[in-house]
């Protein structure tokens, strides 16, 4: 052998040696979309706010926000995503911490991390836009597939300097978080909940969070409406289909998937054809609209799951404008991610909904039509058939034991599946289909 030879051998080794057995990336571990200004949208189990946020549209003032999110994936290390999308002002933020929750709004001591957004501890976001913090170590994640951190929650912690003008927000999280009194002034540091003394069941600015996990992790975005968001399952719980699809692919494929939700309570597909903070509607932007932010921006994106259409046609939108909307919706991602596999699932029944517009026969002839679409389009990659789970084929309504409310109780609105219900939805998802491991 040339020494030539046997020195590019030799480095070559040597490269191989020194190389991490596996490559790390970004990926999305946590999300919640944003949809419009506060106190527009459908929260669940909202307490009274108006001691936090006095005027509504001034919205935060010299104080600290402390909110409660479950990543679906741990890394050794995180970044988030603060957003003034729909914001009049700039808002500036500093003193952010991330850390694990103890219990309520206390944090477990000696895991309470300051993040930075290019190495300063303060940030001003203009008014439409948002901002991604420095990667910040979390002392506390031995692994990745630690057990011991899987259902635990992140306590996300920032304060807001000033006043912040309308705040940008996910109205429905199904998960109490908590703020200080306003001037209160900054608390983020402190792992005691003293300072923390009002409750609320949403997210506010904060609508990612990533994880530095190993390159073979993957994730699927859950995209869709209330259905999606989760309402009428259980406060606390994690019992959104969404989250009992990411125990079922953790307990197969451990963490190989990362499973995000970007479901909006009142989305539609197709419409309002405009949104602005100005003229905003509890739904949101329609979800061809968002698809860039809250899908494509994502970091690494490889399969989406998508149920909507049932609020478009409570708004008497035409069926071929939903189906219009799918189309170049599907085609949207296949440009913008090449390889993404888009899942279709079939809409769930609201006949006889309490919700009057929903509830509707000629509602329900177009959710028909659409299923039929769906279950027969090629533009998709498999179809799931949550309808086909959750339908009592007697009275055409969703079955009875799913129709109770989970989250406030009471009889429920036949529209909204409840915990059961839910639970029916995802474990009817084939694991296979989505990991993309399904025989042909």
């Known amino acids: 052998m040339s020494w030539s030879v046997r020195a590019t051998t030799l480095a070559m080794v040597w490269v191989a040696m020194t190389m991490p057995a596996h490559a790390d990336r970004w990926v999305a571990s946590w999300t919640a979309s944003a949809h419009g200004p506060y106190p527009i949208g459908n929260p669940t189990a909202q307490p009274e706010m108006k001691f936090a946020f006095p005027v509504p549209e001034q919205g935060a003032n010299d104080q600290t926000f402390r909110l409660t999110i479950r990543p679906d994936v741990w890394g ?61 170590s979390l002392n506390f994640v031995r692994s990745t597939a630690d057990p011991l951190l899987k259902g635990r929650k992140l306590s996300v912690s920032f304060h807001v300097a000033g006043q ?9 999280a199904l998960t109490t978080s908590y703020v200080t009194a306003a001037g209160a002034g900054s608390k983020g540091r402190q792992e005691s909940e003293r300072d923390f003394p009002f409750p609320t069941t949403s997210w506010y600015f904060l609508d990612e969070v990533d994880m530095r996990v190993g390159n073979e992790t993957k994730v699927v975005v859950a995209f869709g409406d209330s259905i999606t968001d989760g309402t009428a399952t259980t406060i606390n719980g994690d019992d959104r289909w969404p989250d009992v699809l990411s125990r079922r692919l953790h307990a197969k494929f451990g963490a190989t998937y990362a499973l995000v939700n970007q479901g909006i309570g009142g989305n539609r597909v197709a419409g309002p054809s405009e949104y602005t903070p100005a003229n905003p509607i509890p ?27 049932i609020n478009d046609f409570g708004a008497d939108t035409s069926f071929d404008a939903v189906r219009d909307g799918f189309s170049k ?37 177009k959710r028909k039509a659409l299923n039929d679409f769906l279950r027969t389009s090629k533009i998709f990659d498999g179809v ?7 339908l009592d084929d007697k009275t055409g309504e969703l079955k009875p034991e799913m129709q109770p409310n989970s989250s406030t109780g009471g009889p429920g609105d036949k529209l909204h599946p409840n915990r059961v219900g839910y639970a029916a939805m995802a474990n009817t998802i084939d694991l296979d289909m989505i990991a993309g491991r399904k025989k042909k």
């Open 384 to 390: 799931i058939d949550f309808d086909a789970a959750t």
């Open 76 to 136: 050794k290390q995180a970044r988030i995503r603060l957003s003034n999308a729909f914001g009049t002002r700039p808002v500036t933020f500093d003193d952010v911490y991330v850390g694990l929750q103890e219990s309520g709004s206390a944090v477990t001591a000696g895991t309470n991390s300051a993040l930075q957004f290019a190495g300063k501890k303060s940030v001003t976001v203009p008014p439409g836009g948002s901002v991604v913090s420095d990667a910040v």
């Open 164 to 172: 912040s003008g309308p705040m940008t927000w996910h109205a429905k």
């Open 329 to 365: 919706g599907v085609a949207d991602l296949r440009q913008k991610i090449p390889g993404v596999k888009v899942y279709a699932a079939t809409l769930t029944s609201a006949l006889n909904s309490t919700i009057a517009t929903h509830g509707r026969p000629e509602v329900d002839a």
């Open 283 to 309: 739904g949101g932007p329609s979800a061809v609209s968002r698809i860039d932010r809250d899908i494509v921006a994502l970091p690494g994106v490889a399969s989406v799951v998508w149920m909507e259409g």
